[in-house]
């Protein structure tokens, strides 16, 4: 599948009529029936779900979850033809310490303005190792075999994925079949309707995603597209262990070290 054209869908989905199609039927896992008095968070019905208006909600899925567990992630799998960039996130919720894995084993940390790249020289081929190599704002470290760029004053400048791997479903309809408890935090669970944004948007083959009672947020979901081929794509918020990150040290020492010697030699 060509995934960046399923991610320009997601730019373009504006004023588009909805079409029917076909959908296989597929039951939510474990769902409780509704309840007559069921409440929606702003923005969810249940036969519709306004995206926009979940979004401009205050809650989000950096913080929301931090009132449930010490520590969480938002695991996401998608075909091995997507080109991984920031596909999974572990978030502190006491320090907002922030680990992300990207594409070619590498890793990321963010905290406040502190922003953290750790790049394991095994996963790169010669190019992609010439460029590292290259470029000034990283440091290789013999001992670990790996390279680091360490910049305690980052800020914002670098763009975050938080928050956007539930796009995808803004190109479907959905209608609310039950109740869950995900990991304790109550949620909706809707299914997909079988109507899509247009005709170039891909088939739902099957497709059900999790919304917090509370709060709007989505905590999960799993669907299948189909175009030119069948591809499964998950999400699951959850919490979790806040991983080792000793490299971040190691980061912050090299950065040290090069900043020492720059000192001296000038």
Known sequence: MDRPHLVALLVVLVGIVAVPVSLTAFDPPTANSLSADQTYPAGAGPDSVDFEALDADEHNVSYAPREHWDAYVLNYTEPDEGARVEGVYYINST???????????????????????????????????????????????????????????????????IGRHPDILELYTWEAVGTENHYGVPVLVYRATGERSGDYVPQLVEGTFELGVDDGVIYGFDITVREEGEYHYTYDVAPTEFPDHEWVDTAERLAGNTTSDNTSSS
């Open 95 to 161: 320090t907002g310490e922030i680990l992300a894995d990207r594409w070619h084993d590498a890793k990321v940390y963010r905290h406040g303005k502190t922003y953290v790249f750790y790049q394991p020289a095994s996963g790169l081929d010669e190019h992609r190792r010439e460029m590292f190599e290259a470029d000034n704002q990283f440091v290789y470290d013999d001992t670990t075999d790996a390279f680091y760029r360490y910049d305690p004053h980052v800020g914002k400048i670098h763009p975050t994925t």
